[in-house]
Structure formats: structure tokens, C-alpha cells
């Protein structure tokens, strides 16, 4: 078979289209498609069967696919399961999901679907097509199912999948970005005092006539390197910022450390784990469920963990189980895994059973990433408005010394 041909979907520019034109029945027929171009609007209706009398274009939409996000996907998964568990055609059922979505460009991507799938390509193959949209697992796992006949449950298990695993990543993105967001805006709320209020004191104090206090001589200080140098800062966070994700994306070996680094850091680390392992867990049993070679599977699952190291370590798994070798034993001998997961692993080994087993898992995993997410936010809460109190409160102390001083004084 050949490899499909890939879209640069980003550089697709879509139209709103208004057509009219008569079915097969001879029926007078209207309605409005999203594409490319005219030629793609005849294919499309040729596709159905319709014999336009006119197409007119309406406006530009935006350019590409590229506002389409997981759950616009998981929605269309459990859209087309529904159509087809109720004995609809693919190409009907493709028609249908099309006209019930309103973002124009999810829109427009079912609808180039439906019209490679009418010009005889396999559901798979059009997927295949838009790898930005539809990643290696969800184009396995509708091949396993237009083969075996069960395309509605299979398409049922993607939606359920991506479910579980966007969850789990809303979660650990929660977790990472709620402190930083906080501590982030205190830090905003800080170089703003630094840099307009302090100045303001420092010109009342000139006339005191007094050595000001320590605290206060140190903010000062602080204020006028904040005025002096508050570009250059932003700058650096920028450019650091930038560059590390750059080295992160083009550097394997930078992207490993990164990753590996995540992992240790306290309490954070221990949920990034978590879901990993979850992500694992689930995306094995979902591909080895469907009937997807244990071999197939764990390369899958290597490539959705998002974590570098634990890629790293399913790919030695990969090999060891091609060898042979159990994949309980193979998973021991990395030692990137938890006793718990390997043994419940072997147990569904020898039960033949590791689909099942490895749903347990995941679920165990999910629900302890949860548990965690919850834990820390109520632990950093109060740590938050200590680190705050003391950043804000500390400046405005200092401010107030010698004005509370020269009280005394008085």
C-alpha cells in the first residue's frame, strides 16, 4: 500500500460556500460546504451525488486547520460512532457529522474525509492524510475496525481514550501552571512597586535628613536597579524562555534532561509520573484490546507517554519483548517502573488477560493523579499567600519604616 499523501493543512486557505443544485432524484437541493476552492466544492457534491446549478463564494474563514483542538476530534469520534452503530453508511455518517459541526474548520476536514473516502480510500488511509489532527493510534485502531467489522466500537474506544488521556493532561498542566501563574503575578505586582511607588518614597525621604533604615536603604537599592535594568529582565525571561523551548524541540539529548529533571522535582515530578503511567497503561491496553501486535502497541505507546525518558525506556521494552523476553521481565529491566505495575502486569500475562489489566492500572494511575492535583493545590494555596505577603508586604514595610521612625522621634 502506498503511503497517503500528507496536507500542509496550515497552508489551506477556506472559504465559506453557498451552493444549489439537484439530487439524484432530481430534487432542488441547497446548502453551504467550507473548502479550498470550487473544484473542491464539485467533488464534494459529485461525492454526494448532486448536480450543482451554483456555487458562489461567500468569505474566508481563516487559513488551514489549525484551530482545531483534541476535543473537537474526540467529539467527532463519538459522532461517527453514533452514525455508524445506527446503520448509517461511512459516507452518509461523514455527510451527517459534517453539517451538525459548527467550527468551520472541523467542518471542512470531515468534509475532505468524506471526499477521499468517495474517491476509494479507506477510512484509515484519509485519516492518515492529516497527521497534525490524527496521530498514529487513532489511524491504527480505525484500520483494526474497518478490518475486523467493529468500526463504531473502535471509533467508541478513541473518543472514551482521548477522554481519559486529555483529562489526565488537564490535570498535570493544572498542577504546573496554577503556582507558576501566582507566583509569576506577584513577581508582576513586585517590579511594579520597584519601579513606580519606591521612586515616589525615595524623593520624600531625600528630605529627612536621616540615615533610613537598613530594609528600606536595600529596597531602595533594589528599585533602582528594577528602573535601571527592568528591559534587560524581560528580555533575558524571553529569550530563556524561547531558547529552551527551541533546544527542547531540536535537541534530543536537551529534551531528555528536561524531562528527566521534571520527574525530580518534588511532589510535581510524582504526578508527572503518574500520568505517564497512566497514558502508558492506557494507550497498551486500548491498541493490544483492538488487536493491535504487542510489538505495534508498545511503539505506540512509547511515542504518547510525552515524557522523554519513559519513551526512552518503552523502546528498550520494544526491543526486549521482540527478543522474546515477557513484558513484565522487559519493564523490570529498565527500572522505570513501579513493583505494583509490573506485577499486575504479569498477572495479566498469565491470565491472558493484559488488556484488562492494564485498564486497572490506568485507572489506579488517573485517579491517583487526581488525588495529587487536588492535594497540592490545597498544600500550595497557603504557600502562595505567604510568598506574596512576603514579596508585597516586605516592600511596603520597608517604605513605612522611616516614616514610623521619625514618629518615634517626633
Same mark, same amino acid.
Given at each position: 500500500?502506498?503511503?497517503?499523501?500528507?496536507?500542509?493543512?496550515?497552508?489551506?486557505?477556506?472559504?465559506?460556500?453557498?451552493?444549489?443544485?439537484?439530487?439524484?432524484?432530481?430534487?432542488?437541493?441547497?446548502?453551504?460546504?467550507?473548502?479550498?476552492?470550487?473544484?473542491?466544492?464539485?467533488?464534494?457534491?459529485?461525492?454526494?451525488?448532486?448536480?450543482?446549478?451554483?456555487?458562489?463564494?461567500?468569505?474566508?474563514?481563516?487559513?488551514?486547520?489549525?484551530?482545531?483542538?483534541?476535543?473537537?476530534?474526540?467529539?467527532?469520534?463519538?459522532?461517527?460512532?453514533?452514525?455508524?452503530?445506527?446503520?448509517?453508511?461511512?459516507?452518509?455518517?461523514?455527510?451527517?457529522?459534517?453539517?451538525?459541526?459548527?467550527?468551520?474548520?472541523?467542518?471542512?476536514?470531515?468534509?475532505?474525509?468524506?471526499?477521499?473516502?468517495?474517491?476509494?480510500?479507506?477510512? /484509515?488511509?484519509? $485519516?492518515? %492524510?492529516?497527521?497534525? @489532527? +490524527?496521530? &498514529?493510534? =487513532?489511524?491504527?485502531?480505525? #484500520?483494526?475496525?474497518?478490518?475486523?467489522?467493529?468500526?463504531?466500537?473502535?471509533?467508541?474506544?478513541?473518543?472514551?481514550?482521548?477522554?481519559?488521556?486529555?483529562?489526565?493532561?488537564?490535570?498535570?498542566?493544572?498542577?504546573?501552571?496554577?503556582?507558576?501563574?501566582?507566583?509569576?503575578?506577584?513577581?508582576?505586582?513586585? /517590579?511594579?512597586? $520597584?519601579? %513606580?511607588?519606591?521612586? @515616589? +518614597?525615595? &524623593?520624600? =525621604?531625600?528630605?529627612?535628613? #536621616?540615615?533610613?533604615?537598613?530594609?528600606?536603604?536595600?529596597?531602595?537599592?533594589?528599585?533602582?536597579?528594577?528602573?535601571?535594568?527592568?528591559?534587560?529582565?524581560?528580555?533575558?525571561?524571553?529569550?530563556?524562555?524561547?531558547?529552551?523551548?527551541?533546544?527542547?524541540?531540536?535537541?534530543?539529548?536537551?529534551?531528555?534532561?528536561?524531562?528527566? $529533571?521534571?520527574?525530580?522535582?518534588?511532589?510535581?515530578?510524582?504526578?508527572?509520573?503518574?500520568?505517564?503511567?497512566?497514558?502508558?497503561?492506557?494507550?497498551?491496553?486500548?491498541?493490544?484490546?483492538?488487536?493491535?501486535?504487542?510489538?505495534?502497541?508498545?511503539?505506540?505507546?512509547?511515542?504518547?507517554?510525552?515524557?522523554?525518558?519513559?519513551?526512552?525506556?518503552?523502546?528498550?521494552?520494544?526491543?526486549?519483548?521482540?527478543?522474546?523476553?515477557?513484558?513484565?521481565?522487559?519493564?523490570?529491566?529498565?527500572?522505570?517502573?513501579?513493583?505494583?505495575?509490573?506485577?499486575?502486569?504479569?498477572?495479566?500475562?498469565?491470565?491472558?488477560?493484559?488488556?484488562?489489566?492494564?485498564?486497572?492500572?490506568?485507572?489506579?494511575?488517573?485517579?491517583?493523579?487526581?488525588?495529587?492535583?487536588?492535594?497540592?493545590?490545597?498544600?500550595?494555596?497557603?504557600?502562595?499567600?505567604?510568598?506574596?505577603?512576603?514579596?508585597?508586604?516586605?516592600?511596603?514595610?520597608?517604605?513605612?519604616?522611616?516614616?514610623?521612625?521619625?514618629?518615634?522621634?517626633?
Amino acid at each position: 500500500m502506498a503511503a497517503p499523501t500528507r496536507f500542509n493543512d496550515r497552508d489551506i486557505k477556506l472559504y465559506r460556500w453557498r451552493w444549489s443544485g439537484k439530487n439524484s432524484r432530481g430534487q432542488r437541493v441547497q446548502g453551504q460546504l467550507v473548502a479550498g476552492s470550487r473544484t473542491e466544492v464539485e467533488k464534494l457534491l459529485a461525492g454526494q451525488r448532486v448536480l450543482p446549478t451554483s456555487i458562489r463564494r461567500k468569505s474566508q474563514i481563516g487559513r488551514g486547520l489549525g484551530g482545531i483542538n483534541s476535543r473537537d476530534i474526540t467529539l467527532f469520534a463519538r459522532q461517527m460512532a453514533t452514525m455508524i452503530r445506527a446503520g448509517l453508511p461511512v459516507l452518509e455518517a461523514f455527510q451527517v457529522v459534517a453539517e451538525s459541526i459548527s467550527k468551520p474548520a472541523m467542518s471542512a476536514l470531515v468534509q475532505r474525509l468524506l471526499n477521499d473516502v468517495a474517491a476509494g480510500s479507506t477510512f /484509515a488511509e484519509a $485519516l492518515a %492524510k492529516h497527521p497534525r @489532527q +490524527f496521530d &498514529s493510534l =487513532f489511524v491504527s485502531l480505525v #484500520a483494526a475496525g474497518e478490518q475486523s467489522g467493529t468500526l463504531d466500537r473502535m471509533l467508541e474506544r478513541i473518543a472514551f481514550y482521548k477522554e481519559k488521556t486529555d483529562s489526565v493532561v488537564g490535570r498535570v498542566k493544572k498542577a504546573l501552571w496554577y503556582p507558576t501563574a501566582v507566583i509569576l503575578i506577584g513577581i508582576g505586582v513586585t /517590579a511594579l512597586l $520597584l519601579i %513606580k511607588v519606591v521612586p @515616589q +518614597f525615595e &524623593s520624600m =525621604f531625600a528630605g529627612f535628613g #536621616a540615615e533610613l533604615p537598613a530594609l528600606t536603604q536595600l529596597t531602595i537599592r533594589l528599585s533602582e536597579l528594577a528602573q535601571a535594568h527592568w528591559w534587560h529582565a524581560i528580555l533575558t525571561l524571553v529569550g530563556t524562555v524561547l531558547l529552551m523551548r527551541l533546544a527542547t524541540r531540536y535537541s534530543s539529548a536537551f529534551a531528555y534532561r528536561m524531562h528527566a $529533571l521534571l520527574l525530580r522535582i518534588p511532589v510535581i515530578g510524582n504526578i508527572v509520573l503518574k500520568a505517564v503511567l497512566a497514558r502508558y497503561a492506557r494507550t497498551l491496553s486500548i491498541t493490544f484490546a483492538a488487536g493491535v501486535p504487542l510489538i505495534e502497541a508498545l511503539d505506540t505507546s512509547a511515542s504518547s507517554t510525552g515524557n522523554r525518558v519513559y519513551e526512552r525506556a518503552l523502546r528498550e521494552v520494544r526491543s526486549s519483548v521482540a527478543e522474546g523476553q515477557q513484558l513484565q521481565f522487559a519493564m523490570r529491566m529498565t527500572d522505570r517502573f513501579p513493583a505494583m505495575m509490573i506485577q499486575m502486569v504479569g498477572i495479566g500475562e498469565e491470565a491472558g488477560s493484559l488488556d484488562a489489566m492494564l485498564e486497572r492500572v490506568a485507572t489506579y494511575y488517573e485517579e491517583e493523579v487526581d488525588n495529587l492535583v487536588d492535594g497540592l493545590t490545597s498544600l500550595i494555596e497557603p504557600f502562595i499567600i505567604v510568598v506574596l505577603g512576603v514579596l508585597v508586604g516586605g516592600l511596603v514595610l520597608s517604605m513605612y519604616l522611616p516614616i514610623f521612625e521619625l514618629g518615634t522621634v517626633l
